[in-house]
């Protein structure tokens, strides 16, 4: 059963516009979440992350939020720029749990 | 240049004929795991290693082994392999839990 979950499998968005990646969580033990960026044949790189202890972290033109009461976080990407365009997978972890769960990625596409 | 290296990077093989993939990181990472990526399942994790000598089941280790005999490398094991784990193979480490996961570039296999 898929503990995290990205319902949208893609997003196009236009070169200086806002993308919003949404993800959902079902453990309420999960306690700290992160965003993973790939480009096609690569490995997944680590964008940001953000502990349950907050609610928004900011990197740049990344910021991620995060609402535990609906178990919901979402990635939002400002201005959006064509080198963006990539899959985005996010990821929860939890207290006593060394793996991660990572989500079924979101393919964003920034049109120029 | 830190890194997580997998070799090799393509590999096409028939159902029963054992083989390894390898990997190995050069940060002095504690924690190194095993994901496969297919279609529409995202990342699933295959198995962890907390440390030297410290190995533990993900979610989808059926058909698969590991060894951590030392901090660097993890290998991959498909003692007979099927069909069924024609997939794209990513290895990646970190210093423990809460930590960013460094990926290597990743390991296509096809299982004939």
């Known amino acids: 059963d898929q503990q995290v979950k990205q319902n949208s499998p893609s997003l196009s968005v236009q070169e200086g516009r806002i993308s919003i990646l949404n993800c959902d969580y079902t453990n309420s033990m999960f306690d700290y979440f992160l965003w993973y960026k790939k480009y096609p044949a690569e490995g997944p790189t680590f964008l940001i992350s953000i502990s349950s202890i907050k609610d928004k972290n900011e990197d740049g033109r990344f910021t991620v939020f995060l609402n535990k009461s609906a178990k919901h976080l979402s990635l939002h990407i400002v201005p959006s720029q064509p080198g963006d365009s990539a899959v985005y997978f996010c990821?929860?972890?939890?207290?006593?749990?060394?793996?991660?769960?990572f989500g079924t990625g979101t393919r964003l596409t920034v049109i120029p | 240049e830190a890194q997580v290296t997998q070799n090799p990077r393509y590999l096409i093989t028939v159902t029963g004929k054992k083989l390894t993939v390898t990997c190995s990181q050069n940060?002095?990472?504690?924690?190194m795991s095993w994901y496969r990526q297919d279609p529409g399942l995202g990342l699933r994790q295959i198995y962890y290693s907390m440390n030297v000598e410290v190995t533990d089941k993900g979610d989808v280790p059926e058909g698969y082994k590991v060894s951590r005999k030392e901090k660097r490398n993890f290998p991959l094991i498909l003692e007979s392999p099927s069909p069924n784990q024609t997939s794209l193979y990513f290895c990646?480490?970190?210093?423990?839990?809460?930590?960013?996961?460094?990926f290597g570039p990743g390991t296509r296999l096809t299982v004939l």
């Open positions: 990821a929860a972890e939890g207290p006593g749990a060394n793996n991660l769960f």
């Open positions: 990646a480490s970190s210093f423990g839990s809460y930590n960013e996961q460094f």
């Open positions: 940060m002095n990472h504690e924690y």
